[in-house]
T-cell receptor
Framework: QQPVQSPQAVILREGEDAVINCSSS?????VHWYRQKHGEAPVFLMI?????EQKGHEKISASFNEKKQQSSLYLTASQLSYSGTYFC???????????FGKGTTLSVSS | DVKVTQSSRYLVKRTGEKVFLECVQD?????MFWYRQDPGLGLRLIYF???????EKGDIPEGYSVSREKKERFSLILESASTNQTSMYLC????????????????FGPGTRLLVL
């Protein structure tokens, strides 16, 4: 039931791009992306609703393929501040809580 | 801004003690959640509540109970703490039961790092 995130870890230099994937074995209504810095609470980045919608937030964008039950997070021209662990939370519209993947750790160095 | 607060950032308890973790949200949210976070396992849902006095089990409810007497407050109770309950505990809240718009997501508190000796 827990969505699968890939890759588990990414190491980048400043300015490089990364893609983080999230896939579910269940039909999805929405996908929520969060970033967590060490020792802090997860911070909401964006929500993707069913309909194949793509959203953007600064240089971070995401897509949602409802048919494939997948979402991808795109980080372009990465900055040092992008370092952290990224989680996807999935919702199958059952009126329950988000179920989170195990996270992808992103390390950006100068 | 949504604010979710947790009573303690760090807590050290002894095996067998009864432990209360408190969470308060100030945005009149209907839903509240408790997760635990462990390295390599991500966030796992313990319990959630979509109304006062209502509770639903999550994926790992064993060894835990919850209480929601007021809308803004959701407590996690470890009846008899054990060392395998050493973890980071995160509380969250959301506006409505179903996520239907771009504002309806879960907002997290800062977390309580619990050590059971």
């Amino acid at each position: 039931q827990q969505p699968v995130q890939s890759p588990q870890a990414v190491i980048l230099r400043e300015g490089e791009d990364a893609v983080i994937n999230c896939s579910s074995s269940k039909a999805l209504y929405s996908v929520h992306w969060y970033r967590q810095k060490h020792g802090e609470a997860p911070v909401f980045l964006m929500i993707l609703l069913k309909g194949g919608e793509q959203k953007g937030h600064e240089k971070i964008s995401a897509s949602f393929n409802e048919k494939k039950q997948q979402s991808s997070l795109y980080l372009t021209a990465s900055q040092l501040s992008y370092s952290g662990t990224y989680f996807c939370g999935t919702d199958n519209q059952a009126g329950t809580a988000l179920i989170f993947g195990k996270g992808t750790t992103l390390s950006v160095s100068s | 801004d949504v604010k979710v607060t947790q009573s303690s950032r760090y807590l050290v308890k002894r095996t067998g003690e009864k432990v209360f973790l408190e969470c308060v949200q100030d945005m009149d949210h209907e839903n509240m959640f408790w997760y635990r976070q462990d390295p390599g396992l991500g966030l796992r849902l313990i319990y959630f509540s979509y109304d006062v006095k209502m509770k639903e089990k999550g994926d790992i409810p064993e060894g835990y109970s919850v209480s929601r007497e007021k809308k803004e407050r959701f407590s996690l109770i470890l009846e008899s703490a054990s060392t395998n309950q050493t973890s980071m505990y995160l509380c969250a809240s959301s506006l409505l039961r179903y996520f239907g718009s771009f504002e309806e997501t879960q907002y997290f508190g800062p977390g309580t790092r619990l050590l059971v000796l």
